[in-house]
């Protein structure tokens, strides 16, 4: 599957991107989402356990993934509507601080993704860590890291895979 999944990112990411830019008028939410859609992919063609699930047509799921995605970001927004006041509110809502269980929770997923992190290879690791906290196209980090914005798109989704993964197995579901 990685060098199908290659394949299709080559030939299909950038007419994806264009058309969730156009739908979202944002060029780094549209990456996001396209980034996205070929993970979701990868794992519904991965299946569950060891016996991968083959998906009729790839391109089709592709665009079906994100023209869902940018449907749900149109309807959000639309739903949310112009921000709130946030102060106007102030003295109706509940108190800020989490709960001692919420914290505690919190600090255990903040151990487990900071293992499976660790855990990662550097080009790995790197390539997640700045699209997710530095905020980094695939192209920057591309250039950043010395490798083709296909290797960033495959790092990044190798990362999200394991991280996930570590966290799904030690973390109860709420």
């Not at 156009?22 to 070929?38: K, M, P, T």
């Not at 063609?45 to 665009?63: S, T």
Request: aromatic fraction near 4%; hydrophobic fraction near 40%.
């Amino acid at each position: 599957m990685p060098d199908d999944l290659d394949a299709l990112f080559r030939r299909h990411h950038r007419e994806l991107q264009r058309y969730a830019r156009e739908g979202l008028r944002d060029r780094s939410q549209a990456a996001d989402i396209v980034q996205d859609a070929f993970l979701r992919y990868a794992m519904a063609a991965q299946g569950r356990g060891d016996a991968p699930r083959p998906i009729a047509n790839p391109v089709a799921f592709l665009w079906q993934v994100v023209r869902n995605i940018v449907r749900d970001h149109g309807r959000q927004h639309r739903r949310r509507g112009a921000p709130l006041d946030l102060q106007e509110f102030s003295e109706s809502l509940a108190d800020p601080r989490p709960s001692a269980e919420r914290i505690l929770v919190a600090r255990q997923e903040f151990l487990v993704l900071r293992a499976a992190l660790d855990e990662l290879p550097r080009h790995c690791r790197l390539a997640l860590l700045l699209s997710r906290t530095e905020g980094l196209t695939h192209p920057e980090i591309a250039r950043h890291l010395g490798i083709s914005t296909s290797m960033v798109t495959k790092h990044v989704i190798r990362a999200l895979r394991h991280c996930t993964r570590r966290l799904s197995a030690h973390l109860p579901l709420s």
